[in-house]
């Protein structure tokens, strides 16, 4: 009973056209991206316990901006800050999408 419902509404929201999907009445809404500070980055490195080689190995930036960051000297934007704050939101997706593998010595 709760799936007819479902797709009664969803038909209403997202009509179809030909049997496909239709986005012409369909908005997505990009979530803004949060500053960081240098105590926010080194939170959330800690927090996922990686070094600073490693955290910037993920990030795609050289360690030495990492420690740029986390003393305040630079702050992160760009992709790097997109990234930081899906880690911060979602830290397992680095485990899910393969980026990161956990092994053992």
Known sequence: MVSIFKEAVRD?????KNG?????????LVTP????????VRKLRKSLKLSSAYFAQIL?????TVEAWE???N???????????MMRKSPDF???????????I
């Open 12 to 16: 209403a929201l997202y009509p179809r």
């Open 20 to 28: 496909v999907l239709s986005t012409r009445n369909k908005a997505l």
């Open 33 to 40: 991206v949060v500053e960081m500070g240098a105590e926010d």
């Open 60 to 64: 795609g930036v050289s360690a030495k």
């Open 71 to 73: 003393s305040g000297k």
């Open 75 to 85: 702050t992160p934007s760009g992709p790097a800050l997109r990234l930081m704050n």
């Open 94 to 104: 680095l485990i899910d999408l393969g980026i990161i593998e956990e092994t053992f």
